[in-house]
Nanobody, 114 residues
Framework: QVQLQESGPGLVKPSQTLSLTCTVS??????????WHWIRQPPGKGLEWMGR???????YYSPSLKSRSSISRDTSKNQFSLHLSSVTPEDMAVYYC??????WGQGTQVTVSS
């Protein structure tokens, strides 16, 4: 069974770049046809899908976040990462990584504050 675990700073200053990493165990991020996703949930709001990276390294982003988002991967570590630039307090949320079979990480809280 695939397990996912988010990691990264819990506090980011406005205008900085937020970088989070998802470590995958129990399966490979290069497994054919799997996709790996980033999703967030701001306080008091619903889930927002941010983007994904495919087993082949292809990426696709939410149009609303595309200009500030980048998803990369390190196949040697079986990890994929989210980079969100120019953060504002509106980017404060619980950030989740997930896979295309329905597996989710436990989430990591990110606060944006100076």
């Amino acid at each position: 069974q695939v397990q996912l675990q988010e990691s990264g700073p819990g506090l980011v200053k406005p205008s900085q770049t937020l970088s989070l990493t998802c470590t995958v165990s129990g399966g490979s991020i290069t497994t054919n046809y799997y996709t790996w996703h980033w999703i967030r949930q701001p306080p008091g709001k619903g889930l927002e899908w941010m983007g994904r990276i495919g087993y082949d390294g292809s990426t696709y982003y939410s149009p609303s976040l595309k200009s500030r988002s980048s998803i990369s991967r390190d196949t040697s570590k079986n990890q994929f990462s989210l980079h969100l630039s120019s953060v504002t307090p509106e980017d404060m949320a619980v950030y989740y990584c997930a896979d295309s079979t329905g597996g989710w990480g436990q989430g990591t809280q990110v606060t944006v504050s100076s």
